[in-house]
């Protein structure tokens, strides 16, 4: 059992010391360099700044140079990679600290970060990093600093820091431990950055080109495969293919004898995409295979069916039969933002006007899968729009802010209605570590403001642009927004709110916040602002492939940043206990 003694800094096992910073046990503390502006280059010697420190990392955040002779000639400390370590000693924290990194260049140190040669014989640097950012050390060092404007400590009080030292067997084993999790940390946050990457490049190319979830070939593609225009190994990899029951009956209903050849090689090509037959959306008697669709609404099926009769009326070369069985794929390849290719003039007309994408065969061949057009916010997809939240049916709806506006005395840490507060609505969503809450009572009295599932939420004031949706993982029935928010609530059915939700976080629009917020030293929007908005807007179906594909990241971010939320808790406790000798190691 570890016995323990009283020191300056607290109980310690009997077989650790305290010891000052600036002890020769320690090591050799040396400020840094003071460098006049007119010494800077754009290359040579590197010179980092306070801003490169970070707690246990390097942050690599300047890109300041000297030349070497300049170097030279100031008789600058160049600093020794991966063996010296970095203190600074101005904010934020004070006294943070890294191990010195590899830079592919030599570098020296700014004034106000302090190079710690370590003595190797007595301590291992790994873990003095470990203890000069561990929240003891960092609360002392904030104490011992000074100053009106910019707190700094000064070299000396730095090396008056008392910090334990067990012995180096022991050091050796402690920063093994930690640093097996901070590799970890670093493993997820590496994960994080990159998918956050992809997740910003996906987000821009889906909102202002839209996406290809793959092609639905009407029958007589079939035909066109068939004559050798192109064979179905060639068709692009890249994309998926889908058929419907539909084009196989179309193609076992060839009774001519003059045809059944023609009829077998055709089945022969469906057998190709065979695997990618998916349901039609609606069921028609004598028409749909039971097993082979939904039993839809079929609204949108009847409106298309009812436009294809008044286009082949004029032409009388379809029967009821093929205008049923065309409407079915057409409404299919709606519903599920597939791309119609097809040769039949009035298909393509009716799939369009109902919000699908349809294109020939020959513009399929040419890679012509999607037209542009030029709009007020940049080239989108032709059959997208571009609205004004005022005119697309979105409510904006501001706060209470009158007489009953909750002063600091009606908040309390449990209550009947949560009320935002601005650290509740983050760039990436709802947060909720830190909470305060209104009475039932003083929620009957306030008007406007409150919200209902699956409204959207945005920031207007501060830090202007956050959104957070209302939707059903939040797990609290009543909310009021505060006065530095407004609800944004959707009422068109067109519309999907997730994707609403998405748009509000993309560059695009982000940038159009900033643009028009007005006020200076608190930038801010107001209803009128927020309300004239102009949006893409693509076709429903398309809103909702495009919103389904960023939650899909959205979800597999939010399990890597609880992964990482959990490795930080688990480092924190030990070193908590590693760092205090309550818990001891094997050596």
């Known amino acids: 059992m570890t016995k323990f003694k009283q020191t300056p800094i607290g109980e310690i096992p009997e077989d650790w010391e305290v010891m000052r910073l600036g002890d020769k046990e320690i090591g050799k503390l040396k400020d840094g360099d003071w460098i006049l502006k007119k010494y800077y280059t754009s290359e040579g010697v590197r010179l980092l700044q306070v801003g490169d420190i970070g707690i246990g990392r390097f942050l690599d955040k300047s890109n300041r140079f000297i030349s070497y002779d300049s170097a030279k000639k100031l008789s600058c400390t160049f600093v020794r990679p991966k063996e010296d370590i ?137 035909d066109a495969i068939l004559d050798g225009k192109i064979s179905v190994d060639q068709l692009p990899t890249k994309y998926n293919y889908y058929i419907t029951h539909i084009q196989k009956d179309e193609i076992e209903n060839i009774k001519k004898t003059e045809k059944l050849e023609r009829r077998s090689n055709l089945l022969e090509i469906f057998k190709k995409l065979e695997q990618n037959v998916i349901l039609t959306e609606t069921t028609v008697f004598d028409i749909s295979r039971w097993d082979n669709s939904k039993f839809g609404e079929g609204d949108l099926y009847d409106r298309i069916l009812l436009k294809l009769q008044e286009l082949d009326e004029k032409t009388g070369k379809k029967t009821k039969e093929n205008q049923i069985r065309d409407a079915l794929i057409a409404e299919t390849s709606i519903k599920n933002n597939l791309i119609l290719v097809s040769n039949d003039k009035n298909l393509r007309l009716v799939t369009t006007e109902f919000g699908g994408h349809a294109i020939t065969f020959e513009q399929f061949l040419k890679g012509e899968y999607r037209k542009f057009k030029d709009s007020e916010i940049g080239r989108i997809p032709e059959e997208w729009e571009v609205v004004r939240l005022v005119h697309a049916n979105i409510e904006v709806i501001d706060g209470d802010r009158g007489v009953n506006y909750p002063k600091q005395s009606d908040f309390s840490n449990k209550g009947f209605c949560l009320f935002l507060n601005a650290k509740n609505v983050t760039e990436s969503g709802f947060k909720f570590t830190e909470t305060q809450f209104i009475s039932k009572e003083k929620d009957s009295k306030m008007g406007k403001g409150k919200l209902k599932r699956y409204d959207i939420v945005l920031t207007t004031r501060g830090t202007i642009g956050n959104v957070g949706y209302y939707d059903d993982n939040v797990p609290y029935e009543h909310i009021r927004i505060n006065s530095g928010m407004v609800i944004l609530r959707n009422k068109n059915k067109n519309i999907d709110n997730k994707f609403l939700c998405l748009l509000f976080r993309t560059p695009f629009l982000k940038t159009q916040i900033k643009r028009i917020a007005y006020g200076t030293a608190q930038p801010q929007l107001n209803v009128r602002i927020i309300k004239n908005f102009k949006i893409p807007l693509p076709p429903l179906p398309e809103q909702q492939k495009i919103a389904e594909i960023l939650s899909t990241m959205d979800k597999k971010l939010e399990l890597e940043k609880k992964r990482k939320e959990k490795l930080e808790r688990i480092k924190k406790g030990l070193m908590n206990d590693l760092l205090t000798g309550r818990r001891r190691v094997k050596i």
């Open 86 to 222: 970095l203190i600074s000693r101005m904010p934020e924290p004070i006294g943070r600290a890294c191990i010195a990194p590899e830079l592919p260049y030599p570098y020296i140190v700014a004034v106000d970060i302090t190079i710690l040669k370590v003595n190797k014989k007595r301590v291992d640097k790994r873990f003095l990093v470990y203890i000069l950012n561990s929240p003891k050390i960092l609360a002392e060092a904030m104490r011992l600093s000074a100053g009106a404007t910019r707190s700094r400590i000064s070299r000396k009080n730095l090396e008056n820091l008392l910090i334990p030292l067990p012995p180096l067997p022991e050091q050796h084993k402690i920063a093994e431990i930690l640093s097996t999790v901070d590799n970890a940390i670093q493993k997820v946050s590496a994960v994080i950055a990159k998918t956050e990457r992809l997740k910003r490049g996906l987000m821009q190319e889906l909102l202002t080109k839209g996406i290809i979830n793959g092609f639905m070939f009407d029958t007589n593609i079939f």
